[in-house]
C-alpha cells in the first residue's frame, strides 16, 4: 500500500512541475494546459477555464502514471538506479502514448504517427523529465516512509 501511494503522490509532484516549467517556458503562461486537453479530442470554448481543466487533466494523468509505477515496484527491492531507470521507461510511455499516438488519433492526421523534429524537441524532453522525477521522487520518499515505520 505504501508504494501505491508514494507512486501516486510522486506522480501528482512530478506532473505538478511540469506544470510550472509550462509557466516559465512558454511565452505566455498556461498555454500548454489546452494541449493536455486536445490529447482526449476535448475542447473548452473559455480560455481561462480551458487552462484549469488541463491542468487538472495533467494532475490526474500523472497521478495515474505514479500509481502504474508504484504498482510495477511492490515487493521488489528498490534501487536508485533501477528507480530513475523504471521512471525514464514511464516518461517515455507517457511521450509515446500521450503526446504521439494520442495526440495522432485526436488530431485525424492523415499518417498513423504525425511527428517532426520540433514536436520532438517539445515533447520528448519534458515527458522524460517527467520520468526521472517520478522516479527520484518515489526514491526520495522510500527514505522517508522507511525511517517512520516501526520495525
Given at each position: ?105 485526436t488530431n485525424h492526421t492523415p499518417a498513423p ?32 516512509y522507511g525511517s517512520r515505520q516501526r520495525s
Amino acid at each position: 500500500m505504501h508504494t501505491l501511494r508514494r507512486g501516486f503522490l510522486a506522480g501528482v509532484l512530478a506532473s505538478l512541475v511540469l506544470a510550472l516549467l509550462d509557466f516559465v517556458t512558454d511565452g505566455a503562461p498556461g498555454n500548454g494546459f489546452p494541449g493536455v486537453l486536445r490529447w482526449f479530442g476535448l475542447t473548452v470554448a473559455d480560455p481561462t477555464l480551458s487552462r484549469w481543466v488541463g491542468l487538472l487533466l495533467l494532475l490526474v494523468l500523472g497521478g495515474a502514471f505514479g500509481l502504474l509505477f508504484g504498482a510495477l515496484q511492490r515487493g521488489k527491492l528498490m534501487t536508485t538506479g533501477r528507480a530513475l531507470l523504471t521512471g525514464l521507461a514511464h516518461g517515455v510511455l507517457w511521450w509515446l502514448l500521450l503526446e504521439v499516438v494520442l495526440a495522432s488519433i485526436t488530431n485525424h492526421t492523415p499518417a498513423p504517427i504525425n511527428l517532426n523534429f520540433a514536436n520532438f524537441l517539445s515533447s520528448f524532453p519534458l515527458a522524460v523529465l517527467f520520468g526521472i522525477l517520478l522516479g527520484a521522487i518515489f526514491m526520495q520518499w522510500q527514505g522517508y516512509y522507511g525511517s517512520r515505520q516501526r520495525s
